[in-house]
């Protein structure tokens, strides 16, 4: 009521709002204008990339604005390698995600719900991966398969060398490891595990009570690990630009493309990979009723 | 809290027992089998191949040879000192970034919350790749940045340019890793009860007191997960300093990528990434100590 006061009398609005002091005005509207501009700053590439989709290129390269143009979403593979590249790429983030979801969910249910020696250890052991560099564990798996191939192993060791599709799916399957264990940690730890010791108390026996309490009650802990495990499947570069050989994944395609060609259908493809993850989650935030939260 | 997860059922000492006792190694074997085949056993050989002489035709012999580290430590000082330079700068800017953002979402979201979140995230959608060549397009020469400044503003000369700067490689580096700063601010501020806050209040102290004595050490967790998870692999990177930067700016990745998958140089290789993995353990760990949140990494 009262801020519609001043509109009929005028001679009191200053009287009705007093100066801000100096900190309420930060946050009322420099916070939300930073932090405008900081989002503007996240989702400038992004736009650029779907922009430039668009674009018909003077040349080879994709750099500068030329015309408008459908083409590249009309012929979204017409590139050498490009289809191969984006199938190995999904392929090998599916097979990571299910390995890596299984082995991950089984430790972080052993170091939630048991006590052990060794168990301070293995948490060490856990955490390691996350806290080295990717250059750092792309390069030592490189050194292990490459020593398989040399003297004095040479050969005994089969399959790890030459590297390829295989030593990608390692790589990959070891660094998610982690993660799926810190996101199923996180999901046991919040767990009431009396609603187990109720379904025990009426007469399920362990394994029912796991299937039909345990497992339905982390399970959105195990399916955002799985998420989390493909989308960094499917957009590393770093680890396996080291362990690839001669197979393309689409990151590393591009990444050897890049210097002779910088065609529009990378662009494109990586507005269709854009476009389709960000309608998952709208279409699953509307049949939750809202953009999942992250905790 | 102890042991196994029932409360066991009649007591059938023995085998059943026994097999309780063996079921969280039962659940750990394979995924402890593959991080120890598979991280540890590698950073092993690595060590190996670091102290080792030989060639890729003949093979490495472990030899105890230090000219690796010699080699690693008098060539490449410049770009050891630019990982730590560009990460630390791309650090700071995420953090001068990443606060306000972080606690405007966490203390003003209000209903855009789960909105304004989502947007932070959405970059990870694109591969990293694609989005660093977006950033070369953005400060091209005559892109949608320089090229009206230049030419329709007219307030630059015609010669400027940002890429192959590291002004380039920092925005870069600093984009790429922000998100990674933002959410563990965000997950620290959120956890903080506002009624704290009220109460620093009450107690008289002013805005800007009760943020630094209150908000901040509260927020500090984050602060530490959300510098280690900007640092860690904005110091690794290679491709920003490839794609954005100049033959000056090159950092230790690109050493380490050229030695090992251009030269076949891998004692050398090895002892680079063996010396830049100790010292971001060490840095960890001091860091850690700093902060006064060692328990957080357990």
Avoid: C
Wanted: aromatic letters at 12%; proline letters at 7%.
């Amino acid at each position: 009521m009262a801020t519609n006061a001043p509109a009929t009398l005028p001679v009191t609005a200053d009287l009705a709002r007093p100066r801000q002091p100096l900190w309420q005005r930060i946050d009322r509207y420099l916070l939300p204008l930073f932090t405008v501009l900081a989002i503007g700053y996240l989702l400038i590439p992004i736009a650029v990339m779907i922009v430039f989709s668009f674009n018909k290129p003077e040349g080879k390269f994709n750099y500068a604005w030329n015309e408008f143009s459908i083409d590249g979403w009309l012929h979204p593979f017409d590139w050498p390698g490009l289809g191969d590249a984006v199938v190995t790429s999904l392929l090998i983030a599916v097979l990571s995600t299910i390995v890596a979801t299984i082995l991950g969910t089984l430790i972080g249910l052993a170091l939630t719900r048991y006590r052990f020696r060794g168990r301070g250890l293995l948490n060490g052991l856990i955490f390691l991966p996350m806290a080295t560099p990717e250059i750092v564990m792309g390069a030592s798996l490189l050194t292990l398969f490459v020593a398989t191939a040399l003297p004095p192993l040479a050969g005994s060791i089969p399959l790890l060398y030459p590297t390829g599709f295989h030593t990608i799916l390692i790589a990959h399957i070891m660094f998610n490891i982690s993660f799926v264990v810190v996101t199923v940690k996180a999901r046991v730890q919040g767990f009431d595990r009396r609603l187990e010791e109720a379904a025990m108390d009426l007469g399920a026996d362990e394994l029912t009570t796991f299937w039909k309490v345990t497992f339905p009650l982390i399970l959105p802990g195990i399916v955002a690990a799985a998420l989390l495990a493909f989308s960094l499947s499917i957009d590393d570069f770093v680890i396996t630009n080291f362990v690839s050989g001669t197979t393309n994944t689409f990151p590393i395609w591009v990444y050897s493309i890049q210097r002779n060609a910088l065609p529009v259908q990378i662009n494109v493809v990586g507005s269709m990979v854009f476009l389709g993850a960000v309608g998952l989650v709208l279409i699953s935030s509307l049949r939750s009723g809202g953009i999942p939260r992250l905790r | 809290m102890t042991a196994a997860a029932a409360p066991a059922p009649p007591p059938r000492p023995g085998l059943r027992r026994r097999f309780n006792k063996a079921v969280p190694w039962l659940l750990l074997a394979p995924g402890l089998l593959w991080l120890l085949v598979f991280y540890v056993l590698p950073v092993v050989q690595m060590f190996t191949y670091s102290v080792s002489t030989g060639s890729i035709e003949t093979g490495f012999t472990m030899t105890m040879s230090a000219d690796a580290y010699v080699e690693a430590l008098t060539k490449f000082g410049k770009q050891f000192l630019n990982s730590i330079l560009y990460g630390g700068l791309a650090t700071l800017f995420a953090f001068l970034i990443g606060f306000p953002v972080a606690y405007s979402i966490a203390l003003r979201g209000g209903r855009y919350k789960n909105l304004i979140l989502f947007l932070v995230i959405a970059p990870f959608f694109t591969s990293f790749l694609i989005r660093t060549i977006s950033w070369k397009i953005l400060l091209g020469d005559e892109g949608p940045i320089l090229g009206p400044l230049k030419h329709s503003l007219g307030i630059l000369p015609g010669g400027f340019s940002l890429l192959g700067t590291p002004v380039a490689q920092t925005a870069g580096l600093t984009y790429n890793f922000l998100p990674f700063m933002i959410l563990p601010l965000y997950v620290a501020l959120e956890k903080i009860d506002p009624r704290l806050i009220e109460a620093a209040a009450d107690l008289y102290a002013g805005r800007w007191e009760a943020f630094r004595r209150v908000t901040l050490p509260l927020a500090l967790p984050g602060v530490f997960a959300g510098s280690l998870l900007t640092f860690i692999p904005a110091m690794g990177d290679y491709i920003n300093a490839e794609l954005l930067g100049n033959p000056q700016t090159r950092m230790i990745g690109n050493v380490i990528q050229n030695r090992l998958l251009v030269q076949n140089d891998y004692p050398v290789g090895s002892a680079l990434s063996f010396i830049l993995m100790a010292a971001i353990l060490a840095a960890v760990a001091l860091y850690a100590r700093a902060l006064g949140t060692e328990q957080l990494t357990g």
